[in-house]
Each structure stands twice: as structure tokens, then as C-alpha cells.
């Protein structure tokens, strides 16, 4: 079976400030999928990266980076001098690649709500 | 180019009624798949329709069925309400094939169960 934890309920920082949101996965697929979505007030889950299991290489885009370390497995999402519209809920999520009978069902993590303060 | 649409935006039910939720895929996908997130907790998978069957359900009861239409689009149906299903209810799509792992989400239907 498939977990995601993101052990940090909530965050709350100021302006500018770096942070750092951890998620920890637990998978026995050799190959799988790696997500982070951000949920605005509005409800809509809004897709941020795609990273595949086979692919360890740290990407950056913007003020986002994220972190894949396959040995802990965890895949963590740093947001660097924030904002106020950072302020959202983000979660982490699993998915298993196509064959047998997973067809891309995300298993999500519980969330971390950031809160940035002006 | 229209993305994920999901309707009505809010629907507020008794126990032991029954529900209809409606879904339009982003233009040129082929699969449908429902999430229910309840307060404070990450979208739980609940079923995914692909070539108007249902091929991959997540771990919820019977009362809980779907429908998809041949233009794509879906429904999902709860019969029986209970107050536990009180939720923002998600429905997402992505294309059938490799690329199937890129789920677009819609706004969501927060039902609310009295």
C-alpha cells in the first residue's frame, strides 16, 4: 500500500522568508510518480511537478525548488523569499506508473497549510 | 482552451438522500477520475472512468457510483447520504497513456450533508 506523510500540519512565515515543506512516501513500486499540488481558498488543486522515481536530479523553477532523496524517500518543496499569495494548502501525492491495474490513482498527503504573513 | 468543470459549486442534501455530481474533462482528455477531500484531510481517490467504464476504485462503498457519458464528461452519483459525506468532492482528468499521471483538477462541489 501507498503512504504519504507531510508531518507539518501547518507553517506559518513572513514575507521573504525561505521554508521548506516535507513529505515523506512510502511505496514498494520500484517505479512510481512523485506530485506537489497547492489548493488555494478556492478549493482547486492546482498541479505544480511531476517527478518521476528514475529521476533524482533536484529541479528548480522560479522560486521553487524540490528536493528528491530516493535513499529517505522523501521529496521536499522549498519556497524561496515567499509571498503572500504563497498562502495555500499544499500537498504531496504518490501515484504508481501505468501497467497491472494502476492507471495514475494519486494518493495524497494529509497537507501543510503556509500561511505568509505581509 | 476550457479546463476541468465541475457542477453545481455547492448542493446542500439531507441524510438518506441521494446526489448527482457532474464533470467536464479539460478539452482532449479521455478519462475521469473522483476525489472526495474532506475537511482539513488530502483528497482520498474514489473511482476513475475511462472508455465509459469504471476501471480502478478506491476503497469506498456501493453507495458510491459514477457514470461517464461518450463525450468524456462524468457523474457521480451517492445514494443513502450520510452525514460522512459531507466533503469538497474533486474530479479530475488526464489522458489515457503514458501521460496519464498529469491529473488536472476542476473547483470542486462542496456538498454539505444535514
Known amino acids: 500500500a501507498q503512504k504519504v506523510t507531510q508531518a507539518q500540519t501547518e507553517i506559518s512565515v513572513v514575507e521573504k522568508e525561505d521554508v521548506t515543506l516535507d513529505c515523506v512516501y512510502e511505496t514498494r513500486d520500484t517505479t512510481y510518480y512523485l506530485f506537489w499540488y497547492k489548493q488555494p481558498p478556492s478549493g482547486e488543486l492546482v498541479f505544480l511537478i511531476r517527478?518521476?522515481?528514475?529521476?533524482?536530479q533536484n529541479e528548480i523553477s522560479g522560486r521553487y525548488s524540490w528536493n528528491f532523496q530516493k535513499s529517505t524517500s522523501s521529496f521536499n518543496f522549498t519556497i524561496t523569499a515567499s509571498q503572500v499569495v504563497d498562502s495555500a494548502v499544499y500537498f504531496c501525492a504518490l501515484s504508481e506508473l501505468a501497467g497491472g491495474t494502476s492507471y495514475g490513482k494519486l494518493t495524497f498527503g494529509q497537507g501543510t497549510i503556509l500561511t505568509v504573513h505581509p | 482552451d476550457a479546463g476541468v468543470t465541475q457542477s453545481p459549486t455547492h448542493l446542500i442534501k439531507t441524510r438518506g438522500q441521494q446526489v448527482t455530481l457532474r464533470c467536464s474533462p479539460k478539452?482532449?482528455?479521455?478519462?475521469v477520475s473522483w476525489y472526495q477531500q474532506a475537511l482539513g484531510q488530502g483528497p482520498q481517490f474514489i473511482f476513475q472512468y475511462y472508455e465509459e467504464e469504471e476501471r480502478q476504485r478506491g476503497n469506498f462503498p456501493d453507495r458510491f457510483s459514477g457514470h461517464q457519458f461518450p463525450n468524456y464528461s462524468s457523474e457521480l452519483n451517492v445514494n443513502a447520504l450520510l452525514l460522512g459525506d459531507s466533503a469538497l468532492y474533486l474530479c479530475a482528468s488526464s489522458l489515457a497513456g503514458p501521460r496519464y499521471n498529469e491529473q488536472f483538477f476542476g473547483p470542486g462541489t462542496r456538498l454539505t450533508v444535514l
Open positions: 517527478r518521476n522515481s528514475f529521476d533524482e
Open positions: 478539452s482532449g482528455h479521455d478519462t
